[in-house]
């Protein structure tokens, strides 16, 4: 399972709507129960490594990475509204991008990186 989210996660880099870090956050703690050597590897990876040790250590993140988040989401739910027709679908759309948004705001944002 660990692996299988660290790939979504990779994946997520690349595309706005996947959420890179919940996902990298989920498969670390697959591989606490799993892995050791796989979790030491993302805990110290020189990219996802910082990202993750903060969150463990404060539960916060970044207003950087914050402000990414909130941006990927606007512009992959603008994307999403805009493509469908049914004024029933862009309202399921709109409310499901609510959930992550009011996720994120409610993070305690770390003001350095």
Known sequence: MGLLFTG???IGIFL?????TP??????????????????????HNTFGPLIRQWHET????????VYALL???????ISVLSVD?????FLVIA???????????IKTRETN
Do not use: N, Q, Y
């Open 8 to 10: 979504l996660a990779l």
């Open 16 to 20: 706005p709507l996947l959420p890179t």
């Open 23 to 44: 996902l990298l956050l989920v498969a670390v703690g697959c591989f606490a129960k799993s892995s050791e050597k796989l979790h030491d590897w993302i805990m110290t």
């Open 59 to 66: 539960r916060s993140m970044p207003r950087k990475a914050k």
């Open 72 to 78: 990927s989401i606007g512009i992959g739910g603008v």
């Open 86 to 90: 049914s004024d029933d679908l862009k």
């Open 96 to 106: 499901l991008l609510v959930i992550p948004v009011v996720t994120i705001i409610r």
